[in-house]
């Protein structure tokens, strides 16, 4: 095989997972998305996986510990692969719907969440690679 070619990621590559979460509204369905006050963005939340961690798992801690929903997984979304300082990043999302009430308590990581509209959501979201896989899954 020529390594130049090869599928693997390097071994340098970050993981991380997160959740397309929604919930039902009056007005159709609405998506969660976080703002980070260090990048000053607007994202789905999403965040690096534990040595260990299933993805499963590491996408609903996310999503529990940036929005304060407990979320359940009704579907894989897809991923998205960047490069963050050189390195790759991988991110896996699933689709959630949440199950519960939230916890939320602002900090340095997530100070806010907001539910929106999918429309809304996409024109609310900083990075393309997010917008576009939320208008293919929603």
Same mark, same amino acid.
């Given at each position: 095989?020529?390594?130049?070619?090869?599928?693997?990621?390097?071994?340098?590559?970050?993981y991380?997972?997160?959740?397309v979460?929604?919930?039902?509204?009056?007005?159709?369905? +609405?998506?969660?998305?976080?703002?980070?006050?260090?990048?000053?963005?607007?994202?789905?939340?999403?965040?690096?996986?534990?040595?260990?961690?299933?993805? $499963?798992?590491?996408?609903?801690? +996310?999503?529990? +510990? $940036?929005?304060?929903?407990?979320?359940?997984?009704?579907g894989?979304a897809?991923?998205?692969?960047?490069r963050?300082?050189?390195?790759?990043?991988?991110?896996?999302?699933?689709?959630?719907?949440?199950?519960? $009430?939230?916890?939320?308590?602002?900090?340095k990581?997530?100070?806010?969440? $907001?539910? &929106?509209?999918?429309?809304?959501?996409?024109?609310?979201?900083?990075?393309?690679?997010?917008?576009h &896989?939320?208008?293919?899954?929603?």
């Amino acid at each position: 095989m020529n390594p130049k070619r090869s599928r693997k990621p390097p071994d340098d590559a970050e993981y991380a997972a997160g959740g397309v979460v929604t919930r039902g509204s009056t007005s159709g369905p +609405e998506v969660i998305l976080v703002h980070r006050p260090r990048y000053g963005d607007w994202t789905l939340p999403k965040g690096k996986l534990k040595p260990g961690e299933a993805w $499963e798992a590491a996408a609903l801690r +996310e999503v529990l +510990e $940036e929005t304060g929903y407990p979320a359940r997984i009704t579907g894989f979304a897809g991923p998205i692969v960047y490069r963050v300082d050189g390195r790759l990043k991988i991110v896996r999302f699933w689709t959630m719907q949440v199950d519960g $009430e939230t916890s939320f308590t602002p900090s340095k990581e997530v100070d806010a969440f $907001e539910w &929106l509209t999918p429309e809304n959501a996409r024109t609310r979201l900083s990075y393309a690679d997010e917008r576009h &896989l939320l208008a293919d899954v929603l």
